[in-house]
């Protein structure tokens, strides 16, 4: 079983920065890329970022120049940091997890709200 706990939600104002984290435990033997998603109230969950083990990285538009995905290996934990926020980001962040055998696994998700 996997468990992915997620961190560093919270209330920012316009243009203020937050980085979240998300750590991966239990019985994890092969992850192939960690990532994050985002949904915010009355949406669908929009695709954010990921970053492979091997360090390749995939965003979205809209947070292109301003959210940095990073990896730590050894802890088995992503970071999302968030430069620039707008209120438009506001929105439940979830990180994800998939294994090199194609299994998922997700978090419960971190509240970001950003005021304007």
């Known amino acids: 079983q996997v468990q992915l706990m997620e961190s560093g939600g919270g209330l920012v104002q316009a243009g203020g920065s937050l980085t979240l984290s998300c750590a991966a435990s239990?019985?994890?033997?092969?992850?192939?890329?960690m990532g994050w998603y985002r949904q915010a109230p009355g949406n669908g969950r929009e695709f954010v970022a990921q970053?492979?083990?091997?360090?390749?990285?995939n965003y979205t538009d809209s947070v292109k120049g301003r959210f940095t995905i990073s990896i730590d290996n050894a802890k088995n934990t992503v970071y999302l940091q968030m430069n620039s926020l707008k209120p438009g980001d506001t929105a439940v962040y979830s990180c994800?997890?998939?294994?090199?055998?194609?299994?998922?696994?997700w978090g419960k998700g971190t509240l970001v709200t950003v005021s304007s």
């Open positions: 994800y997890l998939n294994t090199t055998t194609g299994r998922a696994y």
């Open positions: 239990g019985s994890i033997f092969s992850i192939f890329v």
């Open positions: 970053i492979t083990t091997g360090y390749s990285t």
